[in-house]
Nanobody, 112 residues
């Protein structure tokens, strides 16, 4: 059974940091990604990473502030978020890009 479980969200002040984690199980995952969604808006990609970790993509809005990484031995994907802004407030989802699996999401709220 394929499962993606996100954790690490919370409430933080602007300028603060959070580290999101995604625990993956049930299959071998290739390219993984983080998405975020604000109620009433589309789910947008934040960052992605290839299996080797050598290929990374970041949305323009998070470049220089967020960093995606993975530990294949532990089947974990991470999103380090620094210098958080109120506009980063959203529900963050882990995604298996190749097969379309999603986690349940973890809420990130950044106060001004």
């Amino acid at each position: 059974q394929v499962q993606l479980v996100e954790s690490g969200g919370g409430l933080v002040q602007a300028g603060g940091s959070l580290r999101l984690s995604c625990a993956a199980s049930g299959r071998t995952f290739s390219t993984m990604a983080w998405f975020r969604q604000v109620p009433g808006w589309e789910r947008d990609i934040v960052a992605s990473i290839t299996w080797s970790g050598g290929g990374k993509y970041y949305a323009d809005s998070v470049k220089g502030r967020f960093s995606i990484s993975r530990d294949n031995a532990k089947n974990m994907v991470y999103l380090q978020m620094n210098n958080l802004k109120p506009e980063d407030t959203a529900l963050y989802y882990c995604n298996d890009r190749d097969n379309g699996y999603w986690g349940q999401g973890t809420q990130v709220t950044v106060s001004a």
